[in-house]
């Protein structure tokens, strides 16, 4: 494999997932299966971890990608992160400058319109390119963060840890959407926290009206109000999650698994072309390295 080969190492990884891996006729590594037990991590939030998919060969939509990632990283494989409502996915190019999607979940091909397909996506969403785009290391490591605050979030509460954690992911990246909602989630716990030093309950309409006496509470209300905005416009979607699973197992409709073999033979016949090609150009010759040759002084000049 040529270190140019962006196709065949992110093919290699590929396989690594979906794929018994044999050396010597035995299985070294089993294909990696879909964790269908908790995998939105409701009760066992280490469920999400990519540690927990390396540990047991099985886990979900949020952990493979990030491993595919890490692999691709390693060895030098281009490969990007896409978020899609409740999941996220694996795009690369060919050398044709196609884009193939790479559903590890269920260790498929997919094409675009299988996640359009899903019902989910709004037009808003692809405009303000929350959804369904590349994501650059930079995006990456803001989702991240995000997972740290989520992480967090799920064993320790809502603290000013969990406020820091979610600026420096937007600051990475503004549009970052589970972003901006854990921020609006983690400002209305401050702002219940504050009013409750009030002894008002804004739960309680008419309580509510109080907090004009009290300027700062006004003020996070306000902001609480302008993120709630920012997120009904942005085209944010959830997926219930009987529709995310009757989605995904989608994909292995007869129509999905065609394209997906029709992807993966593409793939097949051009890989065997370049190896063709590169069997039959000629090597470039190399000079053969000598050791370097030692010139004693003679004794008569010494």
């Known amino acids: 494999m040529e270190d140019s080969d962006n196709v065949s190492k992110n093919l290699s990884i590929f396989r690594y997932f979906a794929e018994d891996s044999k050396q010597g006729g035995k299985v070294v590594h089993k294909a ?9 991590g409701a009760k066992d939030y280490s469920k999400m971890f ?53 559903e590890l979940t269920n260790g498929m091909f997919s094409a675009n319109s299988f996640v359009l397909n899903s019902g989910y996506i709004k037009a808003e969403a692809l405009k303000n390119k929350i959804y369904m785009q590349n994501l650059n290391k930079r995006e990456v490591l803001s989702q991240t963060y995000v997972d740290l605050a989520s992480g967090y ?68 209300f306000r902001q609480i109000n302008l993120s709630f905005d920012y997120i009904d416009q942005s085209g944010f979607t959830q997926m ?5 699973e009757k989605w995904l197992g989608s994909l292995r409709s007869t129509e999905n698994k065609q394209k997906s073999d029709e992807i993966a033979e593409r793939i097949k016949i051009i890989n065997a072309q370049k190896q063709k090609e590169a069997k039959n150009k000629p090597k470039p010759i190399t000079t053969k390295k ?3 040759k030692i010139y004693k002084i003679p004794k008569e000049f010494l």
């Open 290 to 292: 000598e050791s370097p």
């Open 153 to 220: 979030i799920h064993k320790f509460g809502y603290d000013e840890f969990v406020s820091k954690v979610l600026d420096k992911a937007l600051l990475l990246n503004p549009q970052n959407i589970n972003a901006t909602l854990w921020k609006s989630n983690t400002d209305q716990v401050r702002f219940m926290q504050s009013c409750a030093r009030f002894g008002i309950d804004p739960q309680i309409k008419e309580q509510l009206q109080n907090i004009r006496n009290y300027p700062p509470l006004e003020d996070q």
């Open 240 to 244: 219930p999650l009987d529709q995310y």
């Open 32 to 40: 990696m299966k879909y964790d269908f037990d908790d995998y939105m």
């Open 50 to 102: 990519v540690s927990k998919l390396m540990k047991t060969n099985s886990g979900q939509c949020h952990s493979m990608p990030l491993l595919y990632l890490i692999l691709a990283e390693q060895i030098g494989a281009d490969a990007y992160l896409v978020m899609s409502p409740n999941h996220s996915y694996i795009r690369f190019k060919n050398d044709d400058g196609e884009v193939l999607s790479i």
